[in-house]
């Protein structure tokens, strides 16, 4: 039977030392259908797809296109047999025109000269096929990242693929870029072309997939006719569990006479008289949108930026860090956006990333007490339930979750007051996300106080006991939890464009 | 199973390589290779390298590089040799004020890369041009000799069979390695060399620690100076010229990764030992100065070859 399909992926497992990211996976593709591949993060779709392009070998298993058996892919082989992937970052070269770009690495020549006319001429061709309007002349670095995206797509139909698996299409993508790029599919479905979509946005699984996957923990779950799913249903195969709650009830635990951190007209890193107040035990959310200056706030209150005017006052001392070090000593801890690039120490152990910020406090004469560091971070490995086979695991190694989980271990080991939280849950999935939200919840009820900076409208309000929305550099509005509102914060967020209407 | 026993492997894969090389040039040079006489002699050769190779192994660490110890290996050889000779210094004084020098050297490539952020590569490619040419104006190019007797201390005495030379080498590896596994500026070096940024956010102050880690560079590139001046009893202003090449050969070898965060001590004396003999080796065989060139260059090649492939296999 196995001609009705296209690609077949059979039981692929793949090791890595310490972790297994794929235990096993199947997935059948039929001619000309849209697949939905959905699945938590670390689930293992990226490391699925990436066994189909070639850029990661399967430990076992067997990769079938169109009947031909193959152990391992190469991006050779996967070219050859049809198979194209468009990632989440395009391989573009922005100096290059439309055209070049469709024919980058294959260019059509004229003896030893290119022929730019011709390929303009294919491309024009190649898009018109698409019904996308883009100047074949122009160059890609002033196309909008939509239509860099069909570019990529173009290319892959141009060499013939058989097989386009989209990673995350949408995530860059305007509402009406989505739209094009959605009528853009359904033209590749009825053209024959099968199509492996992979998103987190189960609405869009849902519009455009004839099928849906799941997988889980690097293991297949199920596969459901579209029509007859549900997104409960989904939601439920993807996490293991119903989620009954999405914010864990907290105990009420501020304590209004004890003010941890105050502003006082704070100006610096770009921000204008910054001024707040954060109370024991009380999760202080910061609201506003991307490049409003919350990114910026925290950077000056951890000692990573420096301050130009205005107080900071901790514990009713006025101080002012001039290093995240001197912060650290002082009790203040950030947890950043970019995990991997400012969080964790990926090539590091779990037991060096929790004692990096106590190294000089647990050493004699520069000698570190081993026991010690040792005790710490098992202790924190058990009390915040980070999961891995042994605290010498090398960080890189671990979910996001866990790697989160792992900084959060490391400001706990700095016994930290207050806790800077800078979009906590950034790429982490449904499950673990729970698990985040309830360590907060630990934190303030143990008395310590946390700001948390969060992009996500509904985690802002539901984890938040007062919010300040920052828009532009400047403060612009503080809300009590009586009066917590979508609306009402959006509107503060974009309230310089008000101030021009009025 | 299959895993762990590929790792122990490819831990000892520098060891074994260590032990074909012996018995190839054990059998080719007819026995002299490993006779008593030639493995005193080995080690007094590598003696100095070994020294420099511990504090070039912590800038490498950190994903840095130090051009500049052969530099610091001539001008510690010539300022000492003057001292003693021509000012009537005290042996131990000048030792000690040239060590100083060769660590103020290294705290200026620290200044130059932490402070100004001048890339590590040009900032101590420039240091070593300059003290370069220091030593040539404070010798005027003339070799320096005439020690006091006992400064052969350290480059030609030997406690017994063994080399002091030897003894000064396994101690200072010792330093090193227990720098880089009980000491918290290990764990920093580690950190700073698999992320810099992430590094400094955990609260590491960073630019001390690359101030310290040239400056520990230098006073290993200028204790390997001493040495090499106590054995050749006679300050050359050329004496130190391509060193770094040797030394960054033995290191990388060892298995300390130019991408940084990656390396241990053990790796490097193998490393060290490697080096050594091959070019002990080579000149028992009769092997030219340039063919020597040819071969070094190629295992250094070979050698940043196998590291940056185990990162990409490590990528799929």
């Known amino acids: 039977m196995s001609e009705d399909y296209v690609l077949e992926l059979e039981h692929i497992r793949k090791e890595y030392p310490g972790v297994v990211a794929l235990k096993d996976v199947t997935l059948k593709l039929h001619r000309g259908e849209v697949l939905g591949l959905i699945g938590e993060n670390g689930a293992g779709k990226s490391t699925l797809i990436k066994c189909c392009s070639g850029a990661v070998v399967p430990t076992s298993g067997k990769i079938r296109v169109n009947g031909k058996e193959f152990d391992r892919m190469t991006p050779q082989l996967a070219a050859e047999n049809g198979i194209a992937i468009i990632y989440q970052e395009f391989n573009n070269v922005g100096e290059l025109s439309a055209a070049e770009n469709l024919f980058l690495g294959r260019p059509i020549r004229k003896g030893i000269v290119i022929d730019r006319k011709a390929m303009e001429e294919e491309a024009a061709k190649a898009f018109e096929q698409l019904q996308i309007k883009i100047n074949p002349r122009e160059l890609v670095k002033n196309l909008s990242v939509g239509y860099q995206q069909m570019i990529e797509i173009a290319k892959a139909i141009q060499q013939n693929a058989q097989v386009l698996i989209m990673d995350e299409p949408s995530a860059p993508l305007t509402t009406n870029e989505v739209e094009n790029m959605f009528k853009v599919v359904e033209l590749l479905r009825k053209k024959g072309v099968s199509i492996i979509y992979i998103s987190h946005r189960l609405e869009e699984i849902f519009r455009l997939s004839d099928r849906i996957e799941v997988i889980r923990d690097g293991e297949y779950v199920d596969t459901l006719i579209t029509p007859k799913a549900t997104v409960d249903e989904l939601i439920k195969m993807m996490v293991g569990r119903e989620m009954t709650q999405k914010y864990p009830p907290r105990k009420d635990c501020i304590d209004k006479n004890n003010v941890v951190l105050e502003l006082k007209n704070v100006c610096g890193n770009g921000n204008k008289n910054m001024s707040l107040q954060i109370h024991a035990g009380e999760v202080l959310g910061l609201g506003g949108l991307v490049g409003a200056g919350r990114t910026e706030l925290a950077e000056v209150i951890f000692g990573s930026k420096p301050k130009e005017s205005g107080q900071i006052i901790l514990k009713g001392k006025e101080i002012d860090p001039k290093s995240p070090r001197e912060a650290i000593n002082l009790g203040i801890a950030l947890v950043p956006e970019d995990r991997k690039r400012h969080g964790a120490l990926l090539t590091n152990s779990i037991k060096n990333n929790i004692n990096m910020p106590i190294y000089e406090r647990i050493s004699t004469a520069s000698v570190i007490d081993s026991a010690t560091e040792k005790k710490t971070a098992e202790k924190y490995k058990e009390e915040i339930q980070i999961k891995c086979p042994s605290i010498n695991q090398l960080v890189k190694n671990l979910s996001g979750g866990n790697q989160q989980k792992v900084i959060l271990g490391k400001w706990l080991a700095a016994d930290s007051q207050l806790i800077i939280f800078d979009e906590p849950t950034r790429g982490i999935d449904v499950g673990a996300k729970y698990e985040i939200y309830k360590l907060i919840n630990d934190l303030v009820e143990d008395g310590r106080s946390v700001l948390m900076i969060s992009s996500e409208m509904e985690e802002l309000i539901g984890m938040s006991d007062r919010i300040i929305v920052l828009a532009e550099h400047e403060m612009t509005g503080e809300l009590q939890k009586e009066e917590f509102n979508a609306d009402t914060i959006m509107a503060y967020a974009s309230a310089i464009d008000k101030k021009e209407v009025s | ?316």
Do not use: H
């Open chain 2, 1 to 316: 199973m299959k895993t762990s026993s590929n790792n122990l492997l490819k831990s000892n894969a520098i060891w074994l390589v260590f032990l074909a090389e012996v018995i190839i040039f054990a059998v080719a040079s007819g026995g002299t290779f490993i006779s008593s006489n030639n493995i005193v002699n080995i080690t007094r050769q590598i003696s100095y390298y070994g020294i420099a190779s511990i504090g070039m192994t912590f800038v490498i660490l950190i994903a840095g590089i130090d051009l500049s110890i052969g530099s610091i290996i001539t001008l510690v050889n010539v300022v000492c040799a003057y001292l003693m000779v021509n000012m009537g210094v005290n042996m131990w004084l000048a030792l000690l004020l040239s060590l100083c020098l060769a660590t103020l050297i290294g705290v200026l490539n620290g200044a130059m890369v932490a402070s100004i952020g001048i890339p590590a590569l040009i900032a101590t490619f420039a240091s070593q041009t300059i003290f370069e040419g220091v030593a040539y104006l404070i010798s005027a190019g003339r070799p320096i000799s005439g020690f006091d007797p006992n400064f052969g201390l350290f480059g030609r005495w030997s406690l017994g069979p063994v080399p002091i030379c030897a003894i000064i080498m396994v101690l200072c590896f010792a330093i090193g390695s227990f720098i880089l596994n009980k000491s918290f500026f290990g764990r920093y070096f580690y950190a700073i060399g698999g992320n810099e940024e992430a590094a400094e956010l955990s609260g590491i102050r960073v630019n001390r620690i690359k101030y310290l880690i040239y400056a520990l560079s230098g006073l290993f590139a200028g204790l390997a100076g001493i040495v090499l001046l106590s054995r050749s009893n006679s300050a050359q202003s050329t004496v130190g010229k391509g060193l770094e090449f040797d030394v960054i050969t033995c290191v990388v070898l060892g298995g300390v990764s130019v991408n940084g965060g990656v390396g241990r001590m053990s790796g490097v004396v193998a490393g060290v030992l490697i080096i050594g003999s091959l070019t002990n080796g080579m000149i028992l065989m009769d092997v030219s100065e340039y063919t020597q060139m040819v071969v070094k260059g190629i295992v250094l090649a070979i050698a940043v070859g196998i590291d940056c492939i185990s990162k990409k296999r490590q990528a799929t």
